[in-house]
T-cell receptor, first 116, second 115 residues
Framework: AQKVTQAQTEISVVEKEDVTLDCVYE???????LFWYKQPPSGELVFLIR??????QNEISGRYSWNFQKSTSSFNFTITASQVVDSAVYFC?????????????FGQGTTLQVKP | DSGVTQTPKHLITATGQRVTLRCSPR?????VYWYQQSLDQGLQFLIQ???????AKGNILERFSAQQFPDLHSELNLSSLELGDSALYFC??????????????FGPGTRLTVL
């Protein structure tokens, strides 16, 4: 069965600290896609990144970076020099196209609180 | 702004009632997804439509139904409402459906409160 686990329920850091959000997934498919979404206090879900299962290259976008490791089925998200505006709930999600659908399977989310 | 619109933003109703949530996808997107976010269940996929046809079903109750119209907007109908149906309902859209690499863009959600 497909499953996404975000073991960290809540993380609290002080501004400018680096923080890593963990994501572990389970799938039997060889082709799949992984996503991260951000849900700020206002409630909307904001797309952050997509990663293909056949592309293990890490990605950096400003203060955000993602580490994808197929060997450990993990897709971790690091925020460098965190800011108060990073406070949100972050969701990792899995999509499997082989069933002709792009439905997302979400983890339970990690609530990140960045204190000034 | 994702380009996906949902109405209404908030909905308060009583048990046993029926409500309709509406979603307009981004221009050009053919696929619409509905998700439910609740404290105990988290974010759960309900149902997906692609160009007017149902493509996938998740843990959607029989009391719930949805459809996608020719102009591609979608409606989620919730009937015989129970207290446990109180949740945030999201609509998302993407260009395609069969390719899982299409990122989904989410609307602002409809917060349903059943009293």
């Amino acid at each position: 069965a497909q499953k996404v686990t975000q073991a960290q329920t809540e993380i609290s850091v002080v501004e400018k600290e680096d923080v890593t959000l963990d994501c572990v997934y389970e799938t039997r498919d060889t082709t799949y896609y992984l996503f991260w979404y951000k849900q700020p206090p206002s409630g909307e879900l904001v797309f952050l990144i997509r990663r293909n299962s056949f592309d293990e290259q890490n990605e950096i976008s400003g203060r955000y970076s993602w580490n994808f490791q197929k060997s450990t089925s993990s897709f971790n998200f690091t925020i460098t020099a965190s800011q108060v505006v990073d406070s949100a709930v972050y969701f990792c999600a899995l999509s499997e196209p082989v069933r002709n659908t792009g439905k997302l399977i979400f983890g339970q989310g990690t609530t990140l609180q960045v204190k000034p | 702004d994702s380009g996906v619109t949902q109405t209404p933003k908030h909905l308060i109703t009583a048990t046993g009632q029926r409500v309709t949530l509406r979603c307009s996808p981004r221009s050009g997107d053919l696929s619409v997804y509905w998700y439910q976010q609740s404290l105990d269940q988290g974010l759960q996929f309900l149902i997906q439509y692609y160009n007017g046809e149902e493509r996938a079903k998740g843990n959607i109750l029989e009391r719930f139904s949805a459809q996608q119209f020719p102009d591609l907007h979608s409606e989620l109908n919730l009937s015989s409402l129970e207290l446990g149906d109180s949740a945030l309902y999201f609509c998302a859209s993407s260009v395609d459906s069969s390719r899982g690499d299409n990122e989904q863009f989410f609307g602002p959600g409809t917060r349903l409160t059943v009293l």
